[in-house]
């Protein structure tokens, strides 16, 4: 659908603030995208923006009505796996389940479907079932050694789901290589490393701090007393207005009548 040039700038600019924002600042991406979606609600790509926004501030029925309009205007699957994780939002697990076995899955591209990997170990980790989310987890992208964008947080998610396990030195393991694929810092991996090998991570700048405070406090406290040593109290001068000399003044004329 296209849009008057006006109107079509009014709501490119309001996408990129949604785009710019999503991440920092997610209200703020989602107030801006419900302006684009006032703007051109007929838009799919509008649509999916504002599916995503409300998606990023946990508003899963909203986000979850956006994605289905975008897919009825474009006829893709690829926002599939978020529409399924929209459920689990949702507290429906079984219904993300039950999406991960649909034939969309497999007209995914490897990005689109391994991300519906984690969305229904999600679900079943939701549902109790780690076992089961672990073998979910399991498969060639996995253990290929190939590094691809969602090659961080797959092992991310398997270390995990076998730490939840009790497996803990396999989760030690995996947290490693979830942290030799994330170069972009996606992930926490390194401070669940960290972690689980007993490192403490102490803020100096914190503790410098608190060294210092105590001998702040005396100094303002020396500076005080020496104030109030050096100034007698006889020496304070005594100011009184003319307005207060002359009601002091009638005060005593009264008294002699």
């Known amino acids: 659908m296209s849009l008057p040039k006006t109107l079509a700038e009014d709501v490119a600019r309001n996408l990129v603030m949604v785009a710019k924002l999503i991440d920092d600042e997610p209200e703020e991406a989602y107030a ?7 703007l051109a609600s007929r ?24 994605f289905r309009a975008t897919r009825r205007m474009t006829g893709t699957v690829d926002l599939w796996p978020v529409m399924a994780d ?37 679900a079943r980790r939701d549902m109790g079932q780690i076992d089961a989310a672990i073998v979910t987890l399991q498969g ?3 253990g ?8 961080a947080r797959l092992r991310y998610a398997y270390a995990d789901a076998l ?4 497996r803990e030195d396999e989760a030690r393991e ?23 090998d007993g ?41 009184a207005s003319e307005e207060a000399g002359a009601s002091a003044s009638d005060e005593r004329e009264a008294d002699k009548g």
């Open 144 to 151: 290929s050694n190939s590094v691809q964008p969602w090659t």
């Open 32 to 38: 801006y995208s419900r302006i684009a979606l006032r």
């Open 86 to 122: 929209c459920e689990r939002g949702l507290g429906r697990p079984e219904r993300a389940l039950a999406m991960a076995g649909e034939p969309e899955v497999q007209k995914l591209d490897k990005a689109g479907q391994v991300e519906m990997r984690l969305v229904a170990a999600g």
């Open 140 to 142: 060639p992208e996995l």
């Open 174 to 196: 995996w947290f490693a290589k979830a942290v030799e694929a994330d170069k972009d810092g996606t992930t926490d991996a390194s401070d669940r490393l960290a972690e689980l």
């Open 199 to 239: 490192v403490e991570f102490v803020d100096a700048l914190d503790e410098g701090h608190e060294d210092e405070q105590p001998v702040v406090a005396e100094a303002e406290e020396a500076e005080v007393t020496e104030d109030v040593v050096e100034v007698p109290v006889e020496e304070e001068p005594v100011v």
């Open 163 to 166: 730490l939840t396990a009790g």
């Open 43 to 66: 838009v799919a790509a509008v649509r999916e923006a504002a599916g995503f926004a409300a998606y990023s501030t946990q508003r899963y029925t909203e986000a979850l009505a956006e």
